[in-house]
């Protein structure tokens, strides 16, 4: 069976664990405070360009979502996210549970455009309904696409003209800074967003999010909602070596690009086989079409989602991860042109 | 500097650290569902003697608290807990946030008796004040202590009579189960209870709790509320890995006896050097009084919590850790001798 | 200026207020446990045809949904409700502040549709997902409209078969079971629901709703709830006697059917004016559409509410209310005259 | 039977009753934007003394509570409250359901100390506990007594200090300002805290409170919360009405005096046949001791609520409401007399 079901199947990169090992013999101060997660805020904070940034570790990438959101939002204020948006369908209901409405506008190819985002925003007019204050997005998106600079540029400043925040979910970061498609780096994002995370488990981390804050009102007392809504590591060391392990030489991009470039070569096999695709590839994440009879022949040799299901046939997710290797995919693609 | 401030200190056990080494190149199903984490269910399952038993894996305790408190109680229910309870002190209000009451009574030595829970639950009477529905617990307690067999079972059925929950934090259950002070075992605590954690944190694991439900309306639907309030890891098997390599061999209990052992040691060489005690210790937390100017010196040599601040002599904690050796105690006398 | 705003514009129905002068004097019993509230309440049970329904009275409409939903809902479960729907837009975030997500289907002029929420409840597979738990509708709905006994019929079944609730905001029920476009009674809709609100604020009241519930589940220590989130009176026969004035001799049908009867007329003077509807009238809520210049004019003597408003001509509501009698609808219809 | 039970036993003053009967035919604008709803905002504001405060009227004491408290903190901050404070006891949970701690500390005769204000404040150091940052005290007190002046400047003076909000539930303000035992006047009260309100529902209005903010702070987008947590009056104007009738010829004062009045004759009374009490009274409530064998008789003649029951003798709480006349108070004694 070769895996392409998901980006978080392996415990964590060779790196990382192999430095554990290495330090399995020392102590550390708790809860974030140590030496190590110290040093790999600081690299942190060099890489996005933003030394007054606010680096933050949590447990993973749902509660980082609720802790930033409910810190910073009044009862009263909603969050606007596209219908797709990961906090929106895939948290069960986290954002909600912290009291807060999202706001859902259409999406396209899994982004916001400003005229929508407007329109939501216009309807709220008055203490009768919720207060739109906070704009979610993801990059890379859940349907593996981006959004360019221009596009988040448009976005950042609609936000800053009607006073509202804005906050990347980088759960898939990683993918979305390394692919050839883009021309955003990380830190243009700091500098057009409030706040954003990088996400470490589905990028070769064990696992955790490194929460980056540049917004000053943001900034203040977030401790205090990492551990009021369960957010917060006791062994917080956990979390600053393995992202000073993944930015301090690069292997976080390296890892990343090692699975855009898996994705890519699986994506033009497929596409000289003559499959379809439900939209263009970015990042690793690919949605080819089969006939449903292929895909329950597929399902025996490789592990995929169905991500939607059709009468006759159906768009499946491949998702690359590194620890996968071009043979993996060479593998993959003969399993699949031997079913066509 | 001797590190005695704290049971979770260092990374991990190496017999983890090196089962995700061996482990590094394998791909699992993600979510807990993949069968590393089957297979220590099954172990936790037997080892507490309830093969029904619901064994879940949480990222920390304090989410473990909130996620199995809020699943049960409907909003008006309230949970019961010494004043000392660790969800009542140091969860910055975790509980609340799920939207619970915390009734405090007395605590008595860390502990809670029943004449005081019965007189919380005959003052709430009717729908004008929360009603009282979950008992919490920690075994060990907050100050080292724990509940006898005898103590529990009539805490237990208290609660049965008059139709309560009773939960047992374990966030330190390791030494409350391995101390020559005990009568009370993992058996037992899963007869008398409806539900448990076992702490992973504060006993050699990496992170990680296992949370042990035996009551049948608990259970329904548990990982739904694990996912809402933000406790579900996306790499389950890490957790999986982890508590596996805990109890396969009896490791748990071996790290927990060791660290009971030097907190024993350090104990009597204390006593005989004179040194008062807060209390009686039971487990790896011991609690000292020095004079003040005796702590600040010792701070240069040593590293603790300040636990209690006098005018002139205040109580401190030291906790013993499995990385700590027979010479570091002797290493640790010696430098407070020289104080004394 | 005529008041064609809404239909909470006025104190209360005479006959309420001269039974408040009358009983001025007495004292009673608080929190609703008092003689007159019981005397309500089984007025209410009759009418309903259901002798052991549960009624409670709340003090608005917003806290009756959200006590009836946040009392019946885990913390993961989810409301359905039309994108129009009262709790959606117009409560401020009220049932996302009990922790509840509202899952949103397309309205079909203000009604649900059995498909959409079919298609909801599919989409929502396992624990990453909220569970579809209640379905939450209105009669009238927020357009005027009306589910004919057939369409609540199907919903109910629907319910019953998904093991799901069916919760209907009576908010204007008066309007709704008094007009001649209805065949459904208020006995049909306590057969076909687990609980729904008579709507006294839109209906004659001072203020206050009264909730009945069938559903044994439900009505389980419902008064806790009522308090928890805020929503019970101190003096709940203030509410009794309302109800009860309401209820006894069929002020409350008399009071909606005169409301319906000149939302009517209105109508029919409007088309004979060839005044174009954004869509039919069934109670009375009607949304006739004119040219942005007369609705200026209209303003100066005319109170009402902008609906939609249009580049060229806007949707505007006019609500009517008992105390308007024939002749301010025909000076209404002067007005309007007038400016055509 | 006599009905001392409580003071909201009774429907509205009739000069309330009379106004609203008089204006039975006018309509408003809803949501308390009409002008007597702003005229009675004005003569509030004049009473207090701060032509800039924001007034608001909600519909109960609970929920006043609750959305003060919970528009202002943020979600890791809490509130200290005496043990006995209302929303500690008797409000079911309300604060905790808008997720924040209630801090306790011991009461004394129902008042809170500085010192024991301090102790609390200082036990919360950091981010692993609640951040206390609201003070909640009641005037008069759940005891029926009364913060002095000079102990009201010490609190106010430790929260400015300490940078914490002062909030004063005056559910029973009335009758803490017009007894001979005050020396706080209504202007005092706004200049020392940031937010008070003046309960109407204890003193003959047929239902609601008077919020009034003198926190620029809080006054922000206050009304937004007022909605999101289920506290807005459609019909704001039947609360205007009401405190417009209570505070424009000094209805208000003339009732809690009365209250006050019948309660000082009541314990004088009482005195003269040798009765015993828990504390002195300052106010309405009045808590005389006697023998449950005369409590049980007494309980035919007269309704009150038993307070703190003993085994041989019980305390049993007489509240004095303003439909009572000097006549029922001397009946009152003879009954009781009758017993002894």
Same mark, same amino acid.
């Given at each position: 069976?070769?895996?392409?079901?998901?980006?978080?199947?392996? *415990?964590?990169? /060779?790196?990382? @664990?192999? !430095? %554990?090992?290495?330090?399995?013999? #020392?102590?550390? +101060?708790?809860?974030?405070? $140590?030496?190590?997660?110290?040093?790999?805020?600081?690299?942190?904070?060099?890489?996005?360009?933003?030394?007054?940034?606010?680096?933050?570790?949590?447990?993973?990438?749902?509660?980082?979502?609720?802790?930033?959101?409910?810190?910073?939002?009044?009862?009263?204020?909603?969050?606007?996210?596209?219908?797709?948006?990961?906090?929106?369908?895939?948290?069960?209901?986290?954002?909600?549970?912290?009291?807060?409405?999202? *706001?859902?506008? /259409?999406?396209? @190819?899994? !982004? %916001?455009?400003?005229?929508?985002? #407007?329109?939501? +925003?216009?309807?709220?007019? $008055?203490?009768?309904?919720?207060?739109?204050?906070?704009?979610?997005?993801?990059?890379?998106?859940?349907?593996?696409?981006?959004?360019?600079?221009?596009?988040?540029?448009?976005?950042?400043?609609?936000?800053?003209?009607?006073?509202?925040?804005?906050?990347?979910?980088?759960?898939?970061?990683?993918?979305?800074?390394?692919?050839?498609?883009?021309?955003?780096?990380?830190?243009?994002?700091?500098?057009?967003?409030?706040?954003?995370?990088?996400?470490?488990?589905?990028?070769?981390?064990?696992?955790?999010?490194?929460?980056?804050?540049?917004?000053?009102?943001?900034?203040?007392?977030?401790?205090?909602?990492?551990?009021?809504?369960?957010?917060?590591?006791?062994?917080?060391?956990?979390?600053?070596?393995?992202?000073?392990?993944?930015?301090?030489?690069?292997?976080?991009?390296?890892?990343?690009?090692?699975?855009?470039?898996?994705?890519?070569?699986?994506?033009?096999?497929?596409?000289?086989?003559?499959?379809?695709?439900?939209?263009?590839?970015?990042?690793?994440?690919?949605?080819?079409?089969?006939?449903?009879?292929?895909?329950?022949?597929?399902?025996?040799?490789?592990?995929?989602?169905?991500?939607?299901?059709?009468?006759?046939?159906?768009?499946?997710?491949?998702?690359?991860?590194?620890?996968?290797?071009?043979?993996?995919?060479?593998?993959?693609?003969?399993?699949?042109?031997?079913?066509?």
């Amino acid at each position: 069976m070769i895996n392409l079901r998901n980006d978080y199947a392996s *415990i964590a990169h /060779p790196k990382i @664990l192999s !430095k %554990m090992v290495e330090l399995q013999n #020392n102590t550390f +101060v708790g809860y974030g405070l $140590d030496e190590i997660s110290d040093a790999a805020k600081l690299i942190i904070q060099k890489e996005v360009g933003q030394l007054n940034a606010e680096v933050c570790f949590l447990v993973g990438g749902t509660i980082t979502n609720k802790v930033l959101i409910s810190h910073i939002l009044k009862p009263y204020e909603a969050v606007v996210s596209v219908e797709s948006g990961h906090i929106n369908v895939h948290e069960t209901g986290t954002i909600e549970q912290g009291g807060h409405k999202i *706001i859902t506008v /259409p999406h396209h @190819l899994g !982004k %916001m455009k400003v005229a929508d985002l #407007n329109r939501a +925003v216009m309807m709220h007019t $008055d203490e009768h309904m919720v207060k739109p204050k906070l704009v979610y997005i993801t990059q890379a998106t859940e349907y593996g696409t981006l959004y360019t600079k221009q596009e988040l540029q448009e976005i950042s400043e609609y936000c800053k003209e009607h006073n509202l925040y804005l906050f990347v979910d980088g759960a898939r970061l990683g993918v979305a800074l390394t692919t050839e498609h883009t021309d955003l780096t990380i830190k243009d994002l700091a500098v057009m967003t409030d706040a954003f995370y990088i996400g470490g488990t589905k990028c070769g981390a064990l696992l955790g999010e490194a929460l980056v804050i540049m917004n000053e009102e943001m900034k203040h007392e977030i401790r205090y909602s990492i551990k009021h809504f369960g957010g917060m590591y006791a062994k917080g060391f956990v979390a600053g070596i393995q992202f000073k392990t993944l930015f301090e030489d690069g292997l976080y991009y390296q890892i990343a690009r090692c699975q855009n470039d898996l994705a890519s070569n699986l994506t033009k096999g497929l596409k000289e086989l003559g499959v379809k695709f439900l939209m263009e590839t970015e990042t690793n994440q690919i949605f080819p079409i089969f006939s449903n009879e292929i895909i329950k022949k597929l399902e025996k040799h490789l592990m995929f989602e169905l991500w939607e299901k059709g009468e006759n046939e159906s768009t499946i997710r491949f998702v690359c991860h590194y620890l996968l290797t071009e043979s993996d995919i060479k593998k993959a693609l003969e399993i699949i042109q031997e079913q066509l």
